[in-house]
């Protein structure tokens, strides 16, 4: 089968908009064919705003993702080949999604530990959530 991320990322896309809210897609601005301006990489990552009012000419079908905007006042086309989509989530609330591996996508990074287990919260108190990175 065709890999699903094109038609999640599109779709979650229009739903952020559809909520008024500002889509932003994180990327992986390591992997080869990734067309974005290297001065806004940090840690080999970038976070890019693709509402409306940000980019002209955005397109995402099963090659990437693609559109014009200006970044420091300079025109520059960006594309991003879908492997190099991470996420893609709304500006306002982090609503959206993380993508894991699948057919074509990079290999995670082996020196990032795996995740540790939350420790068991004692009877009695109330539930919490925290993020693992």
Do not use: H
């Not at 609330?93 to 939350?118: I, W």
């Amino acid at each position: 089968m065709s890999p699903s991320r094109p038609y999640l990322v599109n779709a979650l896309n229009e739903w952020i908009l559809d909520n008024d809210c500002t889509p932003y897609v994180l990327v992986d601005a390591g992997l080869p064919g990734v067309q974005v301006p290297q001065d806004y990489v940090t840690n080999g990552q970038i976070v890019l705003n693709i509402s409306p009012t940000a980019v002209q000419g955005l397109t995402i079908n099963s090659d990437g993702l693609s559109f014009s905007a200006r970044f420091g006042g300079v025109p520059m086309t960006v594309f991003v080949p879908v492997v190099a989509i991470l996420a893609i989530y709304a500006r306002e609330n982090g609503q959206g999604m993380v993508f894991g591996s699948e057919a074509g996508a990079p290999d995670p990074d082996d020196s990032t530990p795996p995740p540790q287990a939350p420790e068991p919260e004692p009877s009695g108190s109330r539930p919490s959530l925290k993020v693992v990175k």
